[in-house]
Each structure stands twice: as structure tokens, then as C-alpha cells.
């Protein structure tokens, strides 16, 4: 038995060094790889597998175990040389490592705690900045899951450490964070008992400390000095009534007792009748505030979390809007947490407020949002947004008693669902309105007026939102419905600019609509959407108030003339021989009354008659097909798809063209609408002046027909 306890106690040994031997060499592995890697810039890469030597007998949580002693190894030996930034690059590579499974998540958030602990108030302020860069790293699912109690520690571990009074700013800063990154329904920020903070007390200067005597002979001292206190008696029981009132504010379940409660509106009235006699306005307010320089006085105000209860800052607390409007909202959040009967931790035989309690309650909120309009600056303003922001705790008191629950719903699988049925569910298309209905409730209702029947009515909750709903039951018929109108009329459109074209307007030229960036874009996509025709070559036109103004003239035909009697002997050629062929039945016209007359051998038209159908078709003949003719329909307010239509027409859709104008514009703007002045002005602008000119020789200046010929 002997030899045989010697040979097992010579053979442990060797087997521990065996075990322990590869996870060294792992450790060594895994330092030496994170001592390489912090030469580097970030991003950081994963390390190459380790040898299969060193991985034979090592489990995969004990290689994590080892990845993770490497890291807190390296951490301790830069956080002893006192490098901060060599840790947070070192978190950063534990950030990579974890994300590839090559260590654990939790292995960031204990070397960031590893570094606030041992690091000073300076360089935690330094640390959690960088903290707070990487938040939306610290919520990723593989970190948060496992290392958010330990954030959550090393966060209340470091609030312990700082002073809420020095380092207030960072305490401010720890609670922001944690209020991002946790969400909101976190049981660890939420005061599900309603529990109140009862080691918060304000210490203040009792009788014993200072008499009534020694506190009126410090007042008279100050007060000399400010003129606001002169009209209020403010000594020794006026401080200890103010600021006895924190107590109160701290624990306010203690006001349902009676005596308590009658000692609390003594207090509270004293104190408010003082706010009452001593009226802040603008100029004794702002005589109160020291007189910094330039760049210092631009600096936000400082509020600091406990105030200062000394009895020779009394009088100027008083005199201080800003100290005012503290203590008027406590009383208005005490006051609303007493009315409440819905607070689910309220004991309702003992928490229940009386019938006088509540009206003296009502009365004296109302009394305080009083004296916060009257504090100045912007008292009305103030006081509506506390109003608006105390009615909305009703929902959060709601909130509070249903437990807190979660925001986020979770999406589960109906049970039983089958592969048929979730792939009948997928295939399901979108219902519209309108698509349950029937012809017959459709026909019905386009019968009457424009609304759904009655039968398929929809009740959205508003009027408003059920008549909009109701008014057509076939959505692609309601988008093309002739009252949804988009795109205006072009004489509507560019009527205004028309009248600062006018000279007789007398618009300076600065102010003219033309000249407007907006007007103009919006003009050219209205052009574009009416007609391409619009945008022809002209090399004459420069810019684009000069494309605008040309296109606005002839729209309105602004430049028509007044019909002058043309010179002899100037028709010749192409002109001549159009005349000759219609010359003939000149004669014929003016028996028949068409409203041409022959004088000194050139035909004079009156030009607000309307063309006949006899001259439509000599138009047409002149005309012929071709792109004038396109030119002519655009000219003439035609659109794209209308011109399209008269195209497929058979034989010569000229006559057709010159009907539909005449008819169209008899009925918009009466008899005078379509008359042979504008056919021959229109003729004119799209540059078939011999047609004008063969037609209606009277209207159209000689000009014009030389420029013809000589083309």
C-alpha cells in the first residue's frame, strides 16, 4: 500500500504541469497577440488560431477563460504605468474579440470597470467620455445581454464615489447615459413602491443657533441696502416657515394628518403672501443680477441641486425670480400628488384627501400659476407649460399602477399555424377602400352625391376623416376625377405676370415675377407638362425671363395689332399665288355676310368675328399637316394628349382642331372668346405669317409678309 501511495503521490504532480503547461502557453499566446495588436491603429483585427499542439486539450470556455486573463493582465499593467489611453484601446480590441466569439461579452465592461476603479475623478470624467462615444456599441445584443447588470454597477459604484455638489455635471452626464442606453421600462430605474427619498433633508438655522433678535438686526442690515423689502416684515419666523416646507415636499404623505396638515397651510400661506407683497418685474429683476463683462455674461445660468439656507442670502432669495419659480412648482407637484386618488401604493383609508382639503387645495393652485405669471420674464408662458406638463403625469401615473410595462411588443406565432396557412397569409394582398364594394353601391352612389352608400359607410372617429373616406368608393376613379386639378390653367397661371409685362403698369423691373428663381421653375415644369412644343430652338431668346416673356405674349397675345391698311404691289411669289387661288371667292363672303369687305382691292376683315367653317377649311388647305400644324395647336392652348387624339383622326384634322377651339372658347369666355384676330395672330406667333397674310391681309403688318418671302 505504500508503494503504491509513493507512485500516485510521484505521478500528480506531472499530470497538474500537464494541464496547466497549455493553458499557459495559451495565456503567453493570446499577451504577446495583444501586445502586437495596440501598435496598430484601429480597427483592430482577430488573432491567428493557435497552435493545434496548444488547443488539443483545452476545452473552448477554458481558451475564452484564457483570452479573457490575457486581457486583465494587460489591463493591470497599463492601468500601474498610468496609461488611460492604452486601456481604451484595450477595450476596443476586448469590443472586436467579443464579436467574434474569441472571448466572452462580458469581458469589455470588467475591464472598464477594472479602469474606474483604481483611476481618479479627472480620469474617470476622461473615461467616460469615451463611454459615452461607444453607446451604441454597448447596445448590441452580444454585449448587452450579458454585461449590462455590470454597466449598471460600475455606473452606481462611480456615483457613489462623486459629490453631487463638485462634480455635478459628470453625476448628470452617468444619469443621461444610463437612461439611453437601459430601456425605459428597466426595473432598475423605476420606483415601482413610490417610494420617497427620506435622507434628503435641508438643513437650515434653527432658534437655537441664531435668535429672533441677532436675525432682525442681520435683515435691517441687508434690507437698507434693497428697496424691495422695505413693504414685507421678513424675519426669523418667515425662514423658518420657508424652509420648513422641505420637509414637507420630501415626505408628503405625512400632509393627510391633521395636525400636520393644518401646520402646512399656515406655512404655505404665510409664504405666499409674502410672494404676494414683494411684485418682481422686469427692472428690479434685472437690478439684482451682478454685472459681469461681455464674455462672461453670455455664460447659461447655474443651478445647483441643494439650495443654500443662510440667513444672510435670505432677502435676495426672495428677490430672485428664478429661486421663486422653484419653490411655486413644488408647491404645484405637491399639490397634484395630494388630489390624486389613482396612486396605486396610496393606503386609501389613510392617503385619501378630505372635501376641505381638496377645495383649499384648488384655491391655492390657483393662487400659485397667479404669482408664476406675475414672476417675470415670460410668467404667462411659464406657467401654461407647467400646467401642460402636470396634466400629462396622468399618464405616467397610469403607467406606474398598471407595473410598468413594456413598450416593445413582442411578435409571436399564432399556435397551430401550419405551413399552408402562413403561406396563405403571405400571398393575402392589401385591401383598399372602396375594393368591398359592390357595382350596385357603386352605381348608387354615383347616382347621388359623392359618397359612399350607406350600406359600406366607414367610421374612422372624426368627421373630418370620415368625410374624406366617404366621398369616392373607387380610389383610382377619385385620383382622376376632373375637381382634382393639379396643374393650373396657363393664362391662370401666368395671368399676374401677364399685367407686370404690361408698360402701363408701371412694375419696376427688379420686382417682375420673370425674375423670380421660383417662378420661374415653376413655370418651365408647367410648360413642360402642357406641350414640348414649347421648347423649341430660338436663337434670339438668351435666358429664361426672355423664354417666359416670349411664351406669356403669345398666351395672351399681347402683341396683336390693330388692322392697318396694307401697301400695293408688295405681293409677289409664294404670297401672290396663295392670294390668286383665293382670291375668287372673296365677293362671294361679303354677300353671305362673313365679315369680309372689299376696299381699294385688299379685303378688310372685321377681326372680332368669328371664322366660318368655309374659312377653317381654306386655313387647313394653306396650313396643311406637318409640324406647323402641331406649333399652331400647341399655340392655340391644346394639350399633348388632345393634340394626340385629332391626330388619329382620318383625312385632314385642321378643321377639326379650329372647331374644337372656336367651341371651347365661345363657351369659356362668350361670343368673343374665338375670334379671327386671334386665328391671325396665332398664325403669326408660330410663324405662318402667309397663311395670315393670304387669309386676313388687313391684320397682318407688311412686314411680316416681306420677312416670309425673303425666308
Known sequence: KRKKHAVSMSTGPSIVKGFVAPLQELNQ?????????????????????????????????????????????????????????????????????????????????VLLEDLLECATVEECQLVFTFVEQHINTWKEDFLLSVGQNIMLRLCNNLLRRLSSL????????????????????????????????????????????????????????????????????????????????????????????????????????????????????????????????????????????????????????LADPYFRRQLLIQFLVLFQYLLRKDVKFKVPALHTPSDEMSSWISRAQNWVYKLLEETPPHGKLLANTVAHILSRES?????????????????????GSTPQMLAAKARFRRTYIGDSWSEDDKVAADSTEACAPPSKRLKLGSNEMNHLWNIEPDNMRACRAENRRIFPELKEFFQEASQQLDPNAGIEEEYKLILKPNFQWCSLRLLARRSSH????????????????????????????????????????????????????????????????????????????????????????????????????????????????????????????????????????????????????????????????????SLVKPEMKEEKMEC
Open 534 to 697: 414649347f421648347f423649341q430652338p430660338n436663337p434670339s431668346i438668351r435666358n429664361v425671363p426672355e423664354f417666359l416673356k416670349s411664351c406669356i405674349e403669345r398666351t395672351f397675345n399681347m402683341n396683336q395689332t390693330k388692322p392697318t391698311p396694307a401697301k400695293t404691289g408688295k405681293g409677289t411669289g409664294e404670297t401672290d399665288n396663295v392670294a390668286n387661288q383665293t382670291g375668287g371667292q372673296e365677293d362671294e363672303e361679303a354677300e353671305n355676310g362673313t365679315g369680309v369687305t372689299e376696299s381699294n382691292g385688299v379685303p378688310e376683315v372685321d377681326e372680332n368675328t368669328i371664322p366660318t367653317e368655309a374659312e377653317m377649311e381654306r386655313v387647313a388647305k394653306l396650313v396643311g399637316g406637318g409640324d406647323g400644324l402641331k406649333f399652331l395647336a400647341v399655340q392655340l392652348d391644346f394639350k399633348d394628349e388632345e393634340i394626340d387624339a385629332l391626330q388619329k383622326l382620318d383625312g385632314d384634322w385642321c378643321v377639326q382642331l379650329l372647331k374644337d377651339w372656336v367651341a371651347r372658347e365661345t363657351s369659356e369666355s362668350g361670343s368673343g372668346g374665338a375670334t379671327i384676330g386671334m386665328l391671325a395672330q396665332s398664325l403669326v406667333d408660330v410663324e405662318l405669317a402667309h397663311v395670315a397674310s393670304a387669309m386676313y391681309p
Open 29 to 109: 499566446f493570446y499577451l504577446s497577440f495583444v501586445t502586437s495588436s495596440l501598435k496598430k491603429r484601429p480597427p483592430y483585427s482577430c488573432p491567428d488560431k493557435p497552435p493545434e499542439s496548444v488547443l488539443s486539450n483545452i476545452k473552448e470556455g477554458e481558451r475564452k477563460a484564457a483570452c479573457e486573463n490575457a486581457l486583465r493582465e494587460a489591463n493591470l499593467i497599463f492601468i500601474k504605468q498610468g496609461g488611460e489611453n492604452q486601456s481604451l484601446n484595450l477595450i476596443e480590441l476586448s469590443i472586436t474579440l467579443a464579436r467574434e466569439g474569441v472571448c466572452g461579452g462580458s469581458v469589455p465592461f
Open 395 to 415: 399618464i405616467w401615473n397610469s403607467w406606474k399602477n398598471e407595473g410598468c410595462p413594456s413598450f416593445v411588443k413582442k411578435v409571436t406565432e399564432e399556435s
Open 166 to 317: 463638485r462634480s455635478t455635471i459628470l453625476c448628470g452626464r452617468i444619469q443621461i447615459f444610463l437612461a439611453q442606453l437601459l430601456p425605459l421600462d428597466d426595473k432598475s430605474a423605476l420606483n415601482i413602491m413610490g417610494a420617497f427619498n427620506l435622507d434628503n433633508i435641508t438643513i437650515y438655522a434653527t432658534d437655537k443657533e441664531i435668535t429672533k433678535e441677532n436675525f432682525a438686526e442681520i435683515q435691517s442690515e441687508q434690507s437698507s441696502e434693497e428697496s424691495i423689502t422695505s413693504n414685507a416684515a421678513i424675519d426669523y419666523e418667515l425662514y423658518e416657515k420657508f424652509w420648513s416646507l422641505q420637509e414637507y415636499f420630501g415626505n408628503p404623505n405625512q400632509c393627510y394628518e391633521r395636525q400636520t396638515w393644518t401646520f402646512f397651510v399656515a406655512k404655505t400661506s404665510s409664504v405666499l403672501d409674502t410672494f404676494q407683497q414683494l411684485k418682481l418685474d422686469h427692472c428690479s429683476s434685472g437690478q439684482r443680477k451682478p454685472q459681469l463683462a461681455p464674455e462672461v455674461s453670455n455664460e447659461p445660468h447655474i443651478y445647483f441641486p441643494k439650495n443654500l439656507t443662510s440667513e444672510k442670502l435670505f432677502h435676495l432669495q
